[in-house]
């Protein structure tokens, strides 16, 4: 299995948006919103095993950390930042048209 890896990730505060260049040149612009409402922490997401989207309007990205070489830790303006966003999981959450094509091709 291929892992997917960023090359650059930028947070773009005057737009809302995070951009991250993956390595296979491949970029995605993920919304401070849209983030926010994938955080993949327990408290979000709760144990099972189905995803699901939080909204939480308004969300504002304070700051983003690495964390090892596998993921970023998200800080947001309501001290939220427990979610540990790994870049497999950022990629499979590329809201892109082509990825989303993709996603729902799949079976």
């Known amino acids: ?13 005057a737009r809302g ?13 993920y919304d ?3 983030l926010r409402g994938y955080c993949p922490c327990a408290l979000c997401q709760g144990h ?4 699901k989207f939080i909204s939480v309007p308004g969300a504002i990205l304070e700051s ?9 830790e998200l800080h947001w303006h309501d ?3 427990t979610g540990i966003f790994t870049f497999d999981y950022l990629r ?13 091709a799949k079976p």
């Open 17 to 29: 948006v995070v951009r991250i260049t993956w390595d296979d040149g491949h970029v995605g612009e």
């Open 48 to 51: 099972g095993t189905q995803l």
């Open 32 to 34: 401070q919103e849209y």
């Open 64 to 72: 983003i950390r690495g964390v090892g070489n596998y993921a970023i």
């Open 79 to 81: 001290g939220h930042s």
């Open 1 to 13: 299995m291929t892992r997917a890896f960023p090359t650059e990730i930028n947070h773009i505060k």
């Open 92 to 104: 499979s959450l590329c809201p892109c048209s082509d990825c989303e094509t993709l996603r729902d």
